[in-house]
């Protein structure tokens, strides 16, 4: 975890020193709500790993911009991105083996999934370092307005995951609720960490379209509205009995940089 975290924070120092040389760099902050879900990938899917839906979180970093030309530049984050994903009603958990020893003592197969009305929900959060090339267009009297879009990779680091189960409910054989097994209703409150479960790195694909109004003197205040996704190529999972998934997110950023002449600043340092 230390070593990967240090990679891709001297990844993101490597490719901020490439770009200082640019006679403008913005430098600001960012902040708004993530819409994350898990997609079922691979051959291993099961009930386990499908129906999920989308749930929310925050989303928020730094962010550096550096300018090449009028339309052309770099963007490279720092963010914390809420991923994971929720489920509500009738859905699939594995077969305790207290129940399974039980149901053979019954004379029957125990099946390796049973079924329950309860809420689960995935809470994962990543520290990603996204890092784009972007195009925009300046418009409106005076250029105080800017339209962009942007895509490019990112490289996340697994913070926290979390799956929360709450709900009571009776168990069945199956997911339509139609043979329920001979037991009362029971609680399925509990908090699991399985941060251990899955894997510490991700890779993906970053994307987002913006609308900026730039104001002051010299246009070098930018306050920005944005909307976005992301989606990672690795599953999540180490191993495969729960099925393989991967994170994605649609985003909703608001967001405000101050655009630095760096080739100014350089003859204010010499006098």
Sequence with gaps: MKIRLSIALLLVFITGAATTGQAQVEYGVFGGISIPNLSASGSENNPL?????????????IISESHFTKRFSMESRIEYSAQGGKKDGMQAFPTPAVVAGYLESQGMEAPTYLYANFKSEARLSYLRFPFLAKLGWDFGNGGHFRFSVG???????????KQVVSG????????GGQQALPFGAQSFDSTNNIRDQLHKANFGVDGNIGLAYL???GLVNKIFLEAGGNYGFINIQKGSENGKNNTGAATVLLGYTYRFNLEDFRKKMRM
Excluded: E, V
């Design 49 to 61: 790993n499908t129906g999920y839906s989308s749930r929310l979180g925050p989303d928020f970093g």
């Design 168 to 175: 009571n409910s009776k168990a069945y054989f199956d997911p």
């Design 151 to 161: 895509a490019g990779p990112f490289l996340g680091i697994l913070l926290s995951a």
């Design 215 to 217: 104001f002051g003197k």
